[in-house]
């Protein structure tokens, strides 16, 4: 068995970070789901993550063969819900998944799921209970992983507040 771990993402990560950003946004292209085009997310963004201390890589036999945030702050797309409603919806203190993505070569090893057991159990030993995530109405590959993981469908928010770029928003709930 491969060994499997999940660590903090490094500057030395970034071009690894990169070419499956690069490999996940052509897959998205491919499937018709304008999520994660137009230079998204970028470089500078993926540094941002790293210097905040957000970004994590998911490692197999010593190659970074995975790579998402887990936002520590509240996430402004979700002050807002529509068609829905966030459980506790007053409790802002949640981690929020996001630009996760599992390398090419990686693809069909249920990495995916690893990865996010593994971001479960950061947000908790961070102190967060509540996490988030949300992913575009087209993209059923993710759909599928975050409802096995255990999330809950909570309604729709609209990236930088615009109704154009809609996002199905998902919620879980840590005993």
Do not use: C
């Not at 995530?133 to 993710?142: E, G, W």
């Amino acid at each position: 068995m491969a060994t499997q771990f999940v660590r903090l993402a490094t500057t030395n990560d970034i071009p690894a970070i990169m070419k499956i950003i690069k490999q996940a946004q052509g897959l998205l292209a491919n499937d018709q789901i304008p999520q994660w085009q137009n230079n998204y997310p970028n470089r500078s963004i993926i540094e941002e993550d790293i210097a905040k201390k957000y970004s994590y890589v998911l490692i197999v036999d010593r190659a970074v063969a995975g790579v998402a945030t887990l936002l520590q702050e509240e996430d402004p797309n979700y002050y807002k819900i529509y068609h829905g409603s966030w459980e506790k919806p007053n409790d802002t203190h949640y981690t929020s998944i996001h630009r996760i993505a599992i390398a090419q070569d990686y693809h069909g090893q249920h990495l995916a799921d690893l990865f996010f057991s593994h971001l479960l159990t950061l947000s908790y030993q961070l102190g967060y209970q509540q996490i988030r995530i949300d992913t575009h109405a087209r993209n059923k590959r993710m759909q599928h992983i975050i409802a096995k993981v255990g999330f809950h469908y909570s309604g729709i928010v609209y990236m930088q507040g615009d109704e154009q770029d809609q996002r199905q928003a998902y919620q879980l709930f840590l005993p």
